[in-house]
């Protein structure tokens, strides 16, 4: 298994045990499975949503702060003869 299928397996289960505790403290606080239901839905819709515009925005923030990289011309190579 490679690191970038590790790291996508790792998202999805934190994401499954996020939405799970999301739901159990719903149910717990409303005593409604459907309330329960409905809270999750909306909060996970919300958080994709979020998380989107959060990494749009630490893009941006890290194009602002970087510093600019040296042209990308060729290197010159020694040739043997």
Known sequence: MTNKQKSLLKSISYRIISILLTFVISYL?????TAASA??????????????????????????????TESKKPMMTAHKQ
């Open 29 to 33: 606080i409303t005593g409604s499975l």
């Open 39 to 68: 809270i999750v839905s909306i909060d996970s819709i919300l958080k994709v949503i979020v998380y989107y515009y959060h990494e749009r925005l630490w893009s941006n923030i890290y194009r602002k702060f970087r510093k600019p």
